[in-house]
C-alpha cells in the first residue's frame, strides 16, 4: 500500500528509502523505530519485507514490485491490482466509483495472449511447454522464478473476479464505465480454468522444474 502512494504520486521507481518513508507514515506502529514509532521509521523493518528472499510472501516474489536497479523498485500492474483490491475491501462505500484501471491492466495481457486464445478455439492448445511458458511469461526455468510467475498470474486472474463480485458487475474496463476491450466474467473463469489446465497438462514439468537445484 506504501508503494501504491508513491505511484500515485507519480514515482513510478522509487529508492528504498522513499518506501520505508511511506510505509511507516502507513503504520508507524509496526514500521517505526522501536521507542520512537512516531518520530522515526525503522528502515531495517521495511526492508525485511523486501529482502527476505525466503519468505514467499514478500512483494518480489509475489510479483507487486520489480527491482529496477541497486536499492531502487517499480510497482508492477499486479501490485498496482493488489493495491485497488486491497482498497476496495477496506473502503466498501467507494466501490463503485474507484477505478479498474490496475486491476484491469494486470489481467489484459493474460486474456489478450495469443495461446490463450487459441486454446479456446481448440482445447488442445498449447501442445507443447513452451506455449505454456510464455502464457506465463516465464524468462528462466528458475523453481523460485516459476512458482512466483504462476502465483502472480493467479493473484491477477483472482482479483479481476473479486472486483465484478465486489461491485456487482459482469464485465471489467478499464475504466470505471468504459474503456478498452471488455473482460467478461465468463472470460475470467475460462482464463482461470486455463491456468488450472496448463497446471495439469504440463504437470511432469513443473515437477522437474521444482526438483531443479537453485
Known amino acids: 500500500m506504501g508503494a501504491g502512494d508513491l505511484d500515485r504520486q507519480g514515482k513510478s521507481e522509487f529508492s528504498e528509502w522513499d518506501l520505508t518513508v511511506a510505509t511507516w507514515k502507513r503504520n508507524p506502529n509496526r514500521f517505526g ?9 525503522d528502515h531495517k523493518r521495511v526492508m525485511m519485507e ?9 512483494p518480489l516474489r509475489r510479483g507487486w514490485f ?4 541497486p536499492n531502487h523498485y517499480r510497482i508492477t500492474d499486479v501490485g498496482r491490482s493488489e493495491v485497488g483490491h486491497l482498497s476496495d475491501t477496506k473502503a466498501t462505500t467507494e466501490k463503485s466509483n474507484r477505478s479498474p484501471q490496475p486491476i484491469y491492466d494486470a489481467v489484459a495481457p493474460l486474456y489478450q495472449q495469443a495461446i490463450f486464445r487459441k486454446h ?3 482445447p488442445e492448445e498449447p501442445r507443447m511447454w513452451v506455449g505454456a511458458a510464455s ?3 516465464l524468462t528462466s526455468n528458475d523453481p523460485q522464478h516459476v512458482e512466483d510467475r504462476r502465483r502472480a498470474t493467479r493473484t491477477a486472474i483472482d482479483n479481476a473476479l473479486a472486483w465484478l463480485d465486489e461491485t456487482k458487475t459482469e464485465n471489467l474496463h478499464r ?11 465468463t472470460d475470467l473463469v ?5 491456468l488450472n489446465v496448463l497446471e495439469r497438462r504440463f504437470a511432469n514439468q513443473f515437477e522437474a522444474i521444482r526438483k531443479t537445484k537453485k
Open 135 to 137: 502464457f506465463l511469461g
Open 33 to 41: 523505530a522501536r521507542g520512537y514509532e512516531d518520530q522515526y521509521p
Open 120 to 122: 479456446i478455439r481448440d
Open 190 to 194: 475460462k482464463l482461470k480454468e486455463f
Open 50 to 58: 523486501i529482502m527476505g528472499t525466503t519468505k514467499k510472501d514478500n
Open 66 to 69: 520489480e527491482r529496477t536497479r
Open 175 to 185: 475504466g470505471v464505465t468504459s474503456g478498452g476491450e471488455a473482460i467478461g466474467r
